[in-house]
């Protein structure tokens, strides 16, 4: 009767809050284990920690605590326990055992919200990979009943066991997931290389996960991304055009969002879509400034930039969700900050107006001399939509222009024998 009555799954969270970790990040840490359960449609019963020097090798926490543990999920009638750390294949074989229940870690948890979120071709194949990646040393010791004779076509013949028969399955599709994920990375390798050739501004929103980013991108762009109040709603990196103030078009791509004790697995198999990050010219490093932890939440961000070599790369902080946040309240010092609401016209206007001081700094101010007749160069710099300001000289019958462009730009041998020389170079925008 009960099975009918339940709409979703419920479950225990367990947690081991180690002595020599920050109380702080193992408190965030157990907060985000409860966010991550309701964003895969879980209903939390119970949360139940311990504070121990080291995790048990065999249970993970203390095998009285385990026990006790058990008899609270047979009480609640729970369908799973989740544990708020990788377990090893032996912590998870001893754990099946003692529970009735369902067992699963923070890595399987995150696994089953991203292998139900993934749209793109290149996100599923990550996620697959993922899965399987954890799966294989997972796969040994797993009962006598997966020990059976296999034979016939296509295996080593009688005698294979069916973990054997696994494994080998296993490898061979990691080999095969990896050889199209190297296929579509080669493809966006392209597609990066393109916007180099062009000379496209690259803006890229980075951030903790749930810090409004794809609300940003819809916002300034109509995306039509997927934006929700939960954790990981965006995993496929999306790119869209976007038009500041001048007319200047630049583009603007989304990313996966970065959380604590992110998996091995997924850091791994999600660096790809990560890597697009080391090719922009700026980054926006959307903050959440209503979280209580925000500022641990900036350092999480800030280390995996490093991690992936994109520490160099000029930095905006918006501090988002303004809207939310009561006069006084205590912000982190940044560098280079924009205190917003996405949600607000007049602060989305301010950010456009800050990206385009960024991106108009990155080119060279030179001057042209172009004869009038040669309507051409001047239509060729509008539709390229290049930063100018012209003024034409009856005398000379010509026009003198003041433009914004890079030298690796396509148009720079086009418009070169027009240049006046010396061109200066100017750090603020005009």
Not at 192 to 199: A, G, L, P, T
Request: proline fraction near 4%; charged fraction near 30%.
């Amino acid at each position: 009767m009960s099975e009918m009555i339940k709409t979703k799954e419920t479950a225990i969270l367990v947690g081991c809050l180690l002595d020599n970790r920050d109380a702080e990040r193992m408190r965030l840490s157990m907060e985000e284990l409860e966010e991550l359960a309701d964003t895969a449609g879980v209903e939390v019963l119970d949360v139940i920690t311990q504070n121990r020097e080291r995790v048990d090798s065999a249970w993970y926490l203390g095998s009285g605590k385990i026990e006790e543990i058990a008899h609270r999920a047979t009480e609640l009638d729970v369908d799973v326990v989740i544990f708020n750390d990788e377990l090893s294949p032996s912590q998870t074989r001893n754990l099946d055992r003692v529970f009735e229940c369902k067992v699963i870690d923070r890595t399987q948890l995150i696994l089953d919200i991203f292998a139900g979120r993934a749209q793109s071709r290149e996100g599923k194949i990550q996620v697959e990979l993922a899965q399987y990646n954890y799966l294989l040393p997972r796969l040994a010791g797993q009962g006598k009943q997966l020990s059976r004779l296999g034979a016939g076509i296509g295996t080593r013949g009688p005698g294979e066991s069916k973990l054997e028969s696994d494994r080998r399955h296993i490898r061979k599709r990691i080999s095969e997931l990896k050889q199209q994920l190297a296929d579509t990375v080669r493809t966006r390798q392209l597609h990066r290389e393109r916007r180099k050739k062009n000379n496209v501004f690259q803006v890229a929103l980075v951030g903790y996960t749930n810090a409004g980013k794809s609300t940003l991108l819809n916002q300034l762009t109509d995306a039509g991304t997927l934006q929700e109040d939960k954790l990981f709603a965006t995993l496929d990196p999306t790119t869209r055009q976007l038009t500041l103030p001048s007319g200047m078009e630049v583009l603007l791509t989304d990313t996966v969002g970065f959380i604590q004790d992110l998996p091995t697995t997924l850091v791994a198999a999600f660096r790809s879509t990560l890597e697009g990050i080391k090719e922009a010219d700026l980054i926006l490093h959307v903050v959440d400034s209503h979280h209580p932890d925000l500022e641990i939440h900036m350092e999480v961000v800030d280390r995996v930039l490093k991690e992936l070599d994109a520490g160099q790369i000029p930095q905006l902080v918006v501090f988002n969700k303004a809207d939310l946040v009561r006069e006084g309240t205590y912000l982190p010092p940044a560098e280079n900050s924009i205190f917003i609401s996405a949600l607000r016209p007049d602060d989305q206007q301010l950010l456009l107006e800050r990206i385009e001081q960024y991106a108009l700094a990155s080119f060279e101010q030179l001057e042209l001399k172009v004869p009038a007749e040669r309507g051409d160069i001047l239509s060729l710099l509008h539709r390229e939509g290049v930063e100018m300001e012209q003024q034409f000289h009856d005398e000379e019958a010509s026009y003198r222009i003041k433009v914004r462009v890079n030298r690796d730009h396509p148009i720079y041998g086009r418009i070169a024998p027009f240049l006046l020389d010396p061109p200066e170079t100017v750090e603020e925008s005009w």
